[in-house]
């Protein structure tokens, strides 16, 4: 019978990040997937990799930062492994802003400058009377009102890096068991064993929960992890936008094959991945008032990802109470830029090495009084 050293528990760009890191170190590892492999947090990011800025929880902007100085070498290794293309872009952010908040380190932009680096930005919206205002939306400014602003920011494709990420972990001998979903831990005398699936078990010495937002539903250990409904969509046929544009209330993502992600909501609904007719018309009323291009673009898609929140939006990182059972999860809107430095991270936990970064603030202990109980974790 096959046996594993590590079980990890969710086969997204976190558990797969750490699967391959693990295997690096000469440890024999199973992913478990609850369905398809990347398919959801993962798959449904907008792949900006936002390093600085007040969207930031203070607690979590040095591993942020350390993250993103390693996101070149962490693409380049899984390009290379995978023989897929990863769409890693350099092109930076333009910030945009009625309110003149920008974060340190953004240049700011005259008029001209900005019109320099993005043509369709910068003018007059449209006059197209369509677009001003309709129900529950505001009309749309005959004049330029906004500020503007120069961040050095990547993106990346995160259906690309998965598909990726997917292809490597399976290339460096990872295996996979997906459609099983975990269950309930084995455990005796408070050291993991294994882990229940609904279909059968598995064996193994350490376990670790990268299972996102339903990372707290396995069974022994509660975390307050609950799901946080984004809804996105795509078009394409618009604007030939070079940088990621990133306003008050909307984003605007540029992937290299000609589609422009749009997004997002913040929406507290439960395992609820429905779109809606109504946002996604919202969300792409507010793209054409800073893009007003975008109105020459058709809807190419739209979907709904559930990205894993916690009470205080950082992440669980660590061993828990249970020896040999670690975490992984809770990155909320940023797994895709910290898959890089959680797979370091929690690979030098597992094997008890010294950490190169404090994970103190991360601990899962910080939420100890919390688990198992439902109504605090949904106030």
Known sequence: MKSWDVVIIGAGIIGLSLAIALRKQGLRILIVERGEPGREASSA????LVASGTELPPALRSLAAESARMYPEFVHEIEDESGLKVDLREDGTILISK?????AGA???STDKLRALEPDLGASPSSDSSLRGGRGRPPLHSQWEY?????????VDPRALVAAGLRAARHRGVDISSGAEVRDLISSADRISGVHTDKTSYSAEIVVNCAGAWAGCIAAQKFPVRPIKGQMLAVVG???LQHVVRADEVYLVPRSDGRIVIGSTLEDVGYDKQTNVDTIQNL???ARVVVPA???????????GLRPGTPDHLPLLGETSIRGYFIAAGHYRDGILLAPVTAQLMTESILGKPLSQDLSAFSPARFASMQNSEARMHK
């Open 45 to 48: 990011a907008a792949g900006m």
């Open 99 to 103: 309110n003149d908040d920008f974060p």
């Open 107 to 109: 240049e700011r932009l």
């Open 147 to 155: 500020q503007s602003a120069y961040l050095s920011e990547r993106s």
């Open 238 to 240: 618009g604007p030939s």
């Open 284 to 286: 792409l009323h507010a």
């Open 294 to 304: 975008v109105a020459n673009a058709r809807l190419h898609e739209d979907w709904a």
